[in-house]
Each structure stands twice: as structure tokens, then as C-alpha cells.
């Protein structure tokens, strides 16, 4: 898993102590609430900062993974997740400014004033 969020699945080939990252035979796949899609993506270099979980895939379990999901093309399970993303950017931002108007802080810090 990446740092933006992406899942890469392929044979890990090379890696060095900054966590830089050589992947042959990589699938992007992206994940909705009851799909998947997978894009093949073949020799995938990934720089080390931006890898935020790396792990072994267990074969015979690998299936489990995608159970009960059903296969979408990746262009449209990345629709999907991105229309997913937007519609919690807009609650968030709903709820940020309920809030505001109650004399609470939100977490991105846009209306603080440093009052020390």
C-alpha cells in the first residue's frame, strides 16, 4: 500500500535500506464496497517514502481477498473511489463547519489562532 492510498500486488524483486521497491509482474487493483478492478502494470519501481505497508501474500488465501466482491474494470472501480472520496470530502467539510459554527476546532486547523 502506498501512501496515496494505491494497493500494488506483484513479485517483489529488489529493495534497498530506504525501503525503495522493485516489483515485476505488478497489479494495481482498487477496492469499492462490494467490486474490485485490476489494472496489470508490469515492472513497477516505487520509491521508499511513499510505501506505507509492505507484505508477504499468502497464495492460498489470496482468493479470500476479492470474495464476494465482484470484477469491474479497473476504470470503473477507480470512478467509484473517487466519487466515494469526494462525497466524504463534502461531509467532512459539512461537518467541519457545523462545528465551527459550535466553537469547536476542526482538525485541519484553518480557523486556529494562537491565543498563548
Not at 534497498?16 to 496489470?40: C, I, K, S, W
Amino acid at each position: 500500500m502506498l501512501r496515496d492510498g494505491r494497493k500494488l500486488y506483484g513479485v517483489l524483486r529488489s529493495y534497498d535500506q530506504f525501503a525503495n521497491l522493485v516489483l515485476q509482474d505488478t497489479v494495481e487493483r482498487a477496492y469499492t464496497a462490494d467490486a474490485y478492478g485490476d489494472a496489470a502494470r508490469g515492472v513497477y519501481v516505487i520509491r521508499g517514502e511513499n510505501v506505507v505497508l509492505l507484505g508477504e501474500v499468502d497464495l492460498s488465501k489470496e482468493d479470500a481477498t476479492t470474495a464476494g466482491l465482484r470484477p469491474v474494470s479497473f476504470k470503473e472501480a477507480m470512478d467509484a473511489v473517487r466519487l466515494a472520496a469526494d462525497e466524504k470530502r463534502t461531509r467532512d467539510a459539512e461537518k467541519n463547519k457545523m462545528l465551527q459554527a459550535r466553537g469547536f476546532s476542526t482538525a485541519d486547523g484553518a480557523d486556529y489562532v494562537d491565543s498563548y
